[in-house]
């Protein structure tokens, strides 16, 4: 009778070490999907406020004037506001995984302008000055010159996209590939602000 007890006290431990080793992996896997959704957020909301602030900056500019800032000068001080905040204290974003950083035309819905971009690359502390230091960005072809850009009274909208490629911080893809095929080793953030150019006096 007690012999039959402490068998039954074994299965029993025994039963409760593998129903724990088949949890574990479910709650590793819940816990890190939730820290990285919390570093993916993060990004997110940064490269959401450096589009808003590239895109205030370039609608704050407009054409530029001779008085304030020349129009040749426009587009870099738009980059160099989307840098500033990618750059910002407390910033997780890393300058060399932004894909582009790309200032547009759109239409009234928001959508590009055909052959109206302008994309700026990374390229570390390669790009024109800004306030005394280098950019890290670099412009490829100018589609749309800054010098031509409409802020009569019906201006222009101008659009300033981000699209940036992120690395998990977590181990989540080697934890999503227990359960299967493993996953990437991030993923695409985009994202994009329009504002209308402001009107002249």
């Known amino acids: 009778m007690i012999a039959l007890r402490r068998r039954h006290e074994r299965t029993e431990r025994g039963q409760g070490l593998v129903e724990f080793a088949m949890l574990v992996p479910l709650f590793m896997l819940l816990l890190l999907g939730l820290l990285e959704f919390g570093f993916v957020f993060d990004h997110t909301m940064t490269v959401s406020y450096a589009t808003r602030e ?16 020349p129009c040749a000068d426009i587009d870099k001080n738009i980059v160099a506001a989307v840098q500033r905040v990618l750059k910002a204290p407390g910033s997780l974003v890393k300058l060399s995984d932004i894909a582009n950083v790309t200032i547009y035309e759109a239409q009234t819905n ?58 998990f911080v977590t181990p989540l893809s080697a934890a999503l590939g227990f359960f299967g095929p493993p996953g990437g080793a991030g993923l695409t953030i985009r994202d994009r602000t329009v504002m209308a150019l402001n009107p002249i006096n």
């Not at 590239?54 to 800032?69: L, M, P, V, W």
């Open 54 to 69: 590239g895109a205030r900056s370039g609608a704050a500019f407009a054409q530029g004037n001779a008085t304030t800032i």
């Open 110 to 167: 928001g959508t590009p302008v055909a052959n109206r971009s302008n994309v700026w690359t990374y390229s570390a502390g390669g790009g024109p000055s800004v306030d005394g230091s280098n950019l890290d960005f670099v412009q490829g072809a100018v589609q749309w010159n800054a010098c031509t850009r409409d802020n009569d009274s019906t201006p222009a909208s101008l659009g300033v996209s981000i699209v940036y490629d992120y690395r």
